[in-house]
């Protein structure tokens, strides 16, 4: 799908505000409701957009983001990762450190516990850790 300037719009202001009602991204883009309706539509037909939730890190009062390097020999099953709820995402990377593990925390010590946390489901691994605060 080729995108034009118009949906481009459309992504930023979806991207900075995703809750953003059909009449309010049409006033602030000053386009009529019937052309907005139509490019979000076109755009969630193509899988540009879609209805998924995101979670608000800062108001459960997770202010850091910490970025976990793991080094292992064995195959993560990364599922088993993904289901505590402090872990933001996952990911396989070609590195030194084959997988990154996106993690929030309240503060140092929840940071910690996490990483304790997941030092007791990883096997033969070492850790390198970033943490920045949001």
């Given at each position: 799908m080729k995108l034009d300037e118009i949906d481009e719009m459309i992504i930023a202001e979806m991207k900075m505000n995703k809750r953003l009602?059909?009449?309010?991204?049409?006033?602030?883009?000053?386009?009529?409701?019937?052309?907005?309706?139509y490019r979000l539509s076109r755009l969630k037909k193509a899988g540009i957009l879609n209805n998924t939730i995101e979670i608000d890190w800062k108001s459960l009062g997770y202010k850091n983001v910490v970025l976990l390097y793991v080094k292992t020999d064995k195959n993560i099953n990364i599922k088993t990762i993904k289901q505590y709820p402090f872990?933001?995402?996952?990911y396989n990377i070609i590195d030194d450190y084959n997988l990154l593990i996106i993690i929030r925390a309240k503060d140092l010590e929840h940071v910690k516990s996490n990483v304790e946390r997941i030092r007791n489901?990883?096997?033969?691994?070492s850790l390198r850790l970033v943490i920045a605060d949001e």
């Open positions: 009602k059909l009449k309010e991204l049409s006033k602030s883009l000053d386009l009529p409701i019937s052309t907005v309706h872990v933001e995402s996952v489901i990883l096997p033969n691994h």
